[in-house]
Every structure is written in C-alpha cells, then in structure tokens.
C-alpha cells in the first residue's frame, strides 16, 4: 500500500510532463522543425571544414603511401576543361619535391575512382604508369585550393575508404597459407566480373544473391554499391544494413567501412539497427 502512495504522484507527474511536451511540440513543431534543420546545416559546415583543414594538413607534411585523387584537367590548363580523375599515390618525398605514382586509368567521375580505391585496385601490378608526377611540396596546397588535387587520404593502418593501398608490415606465421579468396562464392565472382565491365545492374543482382546466401564479402560489394548509387539509386539503409550484415561476420573492410559510414553520418546510424532494416 505504501508503495502504490508512493508511487501514484510520480506517475501523475510524468503523463502531465508527457502532456506539456505533446502540446510544445504540436504548438512549436515549426520552429523546432527549423532548430534542427539549422543544427543538422551547421553539423554538415563543421564537418565538411573540418575536413578540409585536415587533408590541408595532409598536404603540408606528405608521408609515404598518401593517396591523392588528382584532377589532371585542372592542370593542363591549355586546353578546355574536362574533368580528368586519376588515383595517385606518394611513392617518395624529398626535401623539395614529391614523387607520385599515378593510375593507368583516368576517370571521368570522381566516384569511380573512389569506388577503385575501395576495390583495392591499387594492390594491382598493372594499377599505376610508369610515368611519375612530381610536385614541388609548396605547390601541394595550392594545387588543392584549385581543386587539381580533389582529396588527399592518408591509411588507417593499411586501409583508405576499407581499401588496401599498402601492405601490411609483419612476418608471416609459420602455418600461413593464401586465405584472401576463401568465402568468394561463384556470384560474388561473377559480380567482380560485370562490376569491372562496369554493368552495375547486373553486378548488382549477383552480389545480391551471394550476399543473401551470406558471403561476407559479397555483402561488402553489394553495401559499396548501395552507398554509390551503382546500379541503383543511392540507399544508405541498404548500405548500412549489409555493411553491418558483413562486419558481424568479423569482415574488417566491412567494419572499416561502417565506421565511415557512420561518421559521416552519425545521427542516421544512430537511429538504424538490423531489425528495422528488414
């Protein structure tokens, strides 16, 4: 008894706290509609700074194995501009100068070269020219002002974006064997496949079948291409669900990329579990 007296006015107290905040929020709810739209405006500009001051200070002390994304048509400034993306990466710095290895491949989209980043490209023999570009190390963050270097990354411990784009420095254990292409199912192949021949459509529907049959690593392809709009509109659900879907399965680019992800977006994350998902 003494416990329901006690009890009772807290109960009383809470559903009137409970009415007088229905009735702000139905009262207010433009004002409090434009509060977060201002706040979520000014989270975007601080971030968005906050990443430039960051790549500027990338660029005023390089290091080894830093990747670039280079807009070559920003410095052949002879001819009309057409947007030339090419992967580059710091093969050497000097006192002076820097010495970048640059793709063999230029890409018309930003996107597209960001999308081989993540598709470890750069571990491939055939990935950069033999042709080097040479920076002086003061022209470094002129170059970004004008856009002609576009983004500059440096590797969490070997990963940029969740892809390689260094090895890893370590001996190998005794018992080591070749593990890279275990868990690849036929799908997940086929998916690389039409992905390299870029039919994202197609690639699509075979990352799917091997990420529902669950292939960890066809569930990190098929996120990538959700969070790009590759062959499909741009879905950051879908992306965040097989990211996850791939991270539980200890998949670490899967757990890189999910960590990006929400960083980027944090109060999305934040209000996304598997369970709503599907």
Not at 26 to 46: D, F, Q
Not at 62 to 70: H, L, Q, R, S, T
Not at 164 to 185: F, Y
Request: hydrophobic residues 40%; charged residues 20%; proline residues 3%.
């Amino acid at each position: 008894m003494a416990l329901t007296t006690w009890l009772s006015p807290i109960l009383q107290c809470l559903f009137s706290l409970h009415d007088i905040i229905e009735r702000i929020v139905v009262k207010h709810s433009r004002y409090l509609l434009l509060i977060l739209l201002i706040l979520g405006a000014g989270y975007m500009y601080v971030s968005h700074t906050q990443s430039i001051v960051l790549q500027q200070q990338l660029l005023q002390s390089p290091k080894i194995d830093d990747v670039y994304i280079v807009d070559v048509g920003r410095i052949q400034t002879e001819r009309q501009y057409q947007p030339q993306y090419r992967i580059a990466q710091v093969r050497q710095v000097g006192e002076n100068q820097v010495v970048l290895a640059q793709s063999d491949i230029t890409y018309r989209r930003k996107r597209d070269a960001i999308r081989a980043i993540k598709l470890d490209s750069l571990m491939l023999d055939s990935f950069f020219r033999s042709e080097r570009l040479t920076f002086e190390r003061l022209k470094l963050a002129p170059l970004f002002e004008i856009d002609a270097i576009d983004d500059a990354y440096r590797a969490r411990d070997i990963y940029v974006m969740g892809g390689i784009v260094k090895q890893r420095q370590k001996p190998l254990p005794i018992n080591h064997k070749i593990t890279s292409d275990i868990g690849l199912t036929v799908h997940n192949n086929e998916g690389i496949r039409l992905y390299q021949q870029k039919d994202f459509t197609l690639a699509l529907a075979a990352f799917n079948t091997a990420a529902k049959a669950g292939d960890a690593w066809a569930q990190y392809n098929l996120a990538g291409m959700f969070e790009l709009g590759e062959g499909t509109t741009i879905n950051l659900t879908q992306a965040y669900y097989w990211y996850q879907k791939a991270a539980l399965q200890g998949h670490q680019r899967a757990q890189h990329a999910l960590t990006l992800l929400c960083e980027s977006q944090p109060l999305y994350c934040k209000s996304q579990t598997l369970s709503d998902i599907h």
